[in-house]
Antibody
Framework: EVQLVESGGGLVQPGGSLRLSCAASGFIFSDHYMDWVRQAPGKGLEWVGRSRNKAKSYTTEYAASVKGRFTFSRDESENSLYLQMNSLKTEDTAVYYC??????????????WGQGTLVTVSS | DIQMTQSPSSLSASVGDRVTITCRASQGISNYLSWFQQKPGKAPKSLIYAASNLQSGVPSRFSGSGSGTDFTLTITNLQPEDFATYYCQQYENYPRTFGGGTKVEIK
């Protein structure tokens, strides 16, 4: 059974840092693209970025709103995806989800989502 | 960036109704479109990919259609568990973008 479990959320001051984790199980983690998506309180879904698979050297894509502040990484031994968030702003307050992406016709779509972890940026 | 516009933003329906939600892309995205369902306080759930393909385990009362810029999600014989917010998302280009959501409420 595919499972994605996020952790690491919490309260942080503006300008601070936080690292989120997404623990994966039930599939070969290194074979899959993984994305982060966030949702501000009462708002819609916003794509944060992508970590490609090992075959693609875990290269990344970032949304313009987080580029230069957020960094994705992976630990194969832990089957985990990480989101390092620096220089946090109040507008980064959201529930952060990791999602697995699978391929058809060379394009990657989401199939499984984690339960999310809440990040609150406030003084 | 590709803008995704959903309509309506909300609707009221009764159990047993047929519901249609539309999603329009600001430029052609072929059939690279997904639909998701989200209930309050829960993570999104993947329903449909490639515009019309049901994810494993999704009931057949859900269906999707469209290509290019115009897409629809249809729920036939609406069930109590279907009251939720629905989002479309394009995966043709970066950045991936979502529609604003359609909240399906009980009439």
């Amino acid at each position: 059974e595919v499972q994605l479990v996020e952790s690491g959320g919490g309260l942080v001051q503006p300008g601070g840092s936080l690292r989120l984790s997404c623990a994966a199980s039930g599939f070969i983690f290194s074979d899959h693209y993984m994305d982060w998506v966030r949702q501000a309180p009462g708002k819609g879904l916003e794509w944060v970025g992508r970590s490609r698979n090992k075959a693609k050297s875990y290269t990344t894509e970032y949304a313009a709103s987080v580029k230069g502040r957020f960094t994705f990484s992976r630990d194969e031994s832990e089957n985990s995806l990480y989101l390092q968030m620096n220089s946090l702003k109040t507008e980064d307050t959201a529930v952060y989800y990791c999602a697995r992406a699978v391929v058809m016709d060379g394009h990657y779509y989401f199939d499984y989502w984690g339960q999310g972890t809440l990040v609150t940026v406030s003084s | 960036d590709i803008q995704m516009t959903q309509s309506p933003s909300s609707l009221s329906a009764s159990v047993g109704d047929r519901v249609t939600i539309t999603c329009r892309a600001s430029q052609g995205i072929s059939n690279y479109l997904s639909w998701f369902q989200q209930k309050p306080g829960k993570a999104p759930k993947s329903l449909i990919y490639a515009a019309s393909n049901l994810q494993s385990g999704v009931p057949s009362r859900f269906s999707g259609s469209g290509s290019g810029t115009d897409f629809t999600l249809t729920i036939t014989n609406l069930q109590p568990e279907d009251f939720a917010t629905y989002y479309c998302q394009q995966y043709e280009n970066y950045p991936r973008t979502f529609g604003g959501g359609t909240k399906v409420e009980i009439k």
